[in-house]
Structure formats: C-alpha cells, structure tokens
Nanobody, 115 residues
Framework: QVQFVESGGGLVQSGGSLRLACAVS????????VGWYRQAPGKQRELVAV???????NYADSVKGRFTISRDNAKNTVFLQMNNLKPEDTAVYYC?????????WGQGTQVTVSS
C-alpha cells in the first residue's frame, strides 16, 4: 500500500517561506501525477499544486506565483516551496496522488502563518 510522509511545516511570519517534503513509498512513483493538498480548520481539503509524470505543473489561483511543486523521482520525494506566505495559507498540508487522492493519507504537516 502506498504511504506518504510529509514534513517541513512550522510557524512562520507573513511574507516568510517554507519548504515541505513528502516521502512516498509503495508505488512506482514516477508513473503518477502527484499533488499537494491542504485543509484549513472548518474547510474542505483542497488541491493546491500538481505535477504530472511528464513534469507539467498546475496551481490553484490562490497560490499561483508563490508556491512551486517539484519532484525527485529517484528519491520518491515531492517538494513544495512556499514563498510570500499569507495567514490564509495556514492549514495542514498533505501530499498524495493527483487529482483525486487515494485511500491512504499521511499525517500531514502543519503550516501556521502569523500576521
């Protein structure tokens, strides 16, 4: 079964940066589109960044120009570079296959942006 382990979250001031990482195991990683999702308190989980198997990317309008997704297929790892963070980016961030996710979700990593 595929497993996702997210890391890199933390507390940062508005305008700051964080780099998230996600280690993926149990699946032939390079064949799949992967994405970063986030869930804020009281809100539904949303997909914010996607990278396909051919390295095309797509971003939610709310993060476009600030977030960058990348992947290292050799290390089965997905990254999310987040710049110019805003308080509304506060959420638990998860990675998973895209665009629909799977039955297996990691514990996520908390990102908190203070104003």
């Amino acid at each position: 079964q595929v497993q996702f382990v997210e890391s890199g979250g933390g507390l940062v001031q508005s305008g700051g940066s964080l780099r998230l990482a996600c280690a993926v195991s149990g699946r032939r990683f390079s064949n799949y589109a992967v994405g970063w999702y986030r869930q804020a308190p009281g809100k539904q989980r949303e997909l914010v960044a996607v990278m396909t198997s051919d390295l095309s990317t797509n971003y939610a309008d709310s993060v476009k120009g600030r977030f960058t997704i990348s992947r290292d297929n050799a290390k089965n790892t997905v990254f999310l570079q987040m710049n110019n963070l805003k308080p509304e980016d506060t959420a638990v961030y998860y990675c998973n296959v895209a665009p629909w996710g799977s039955n297996s979700w990691g514990q996520g990593t908390q990102v908190t942006v203070s104003s």
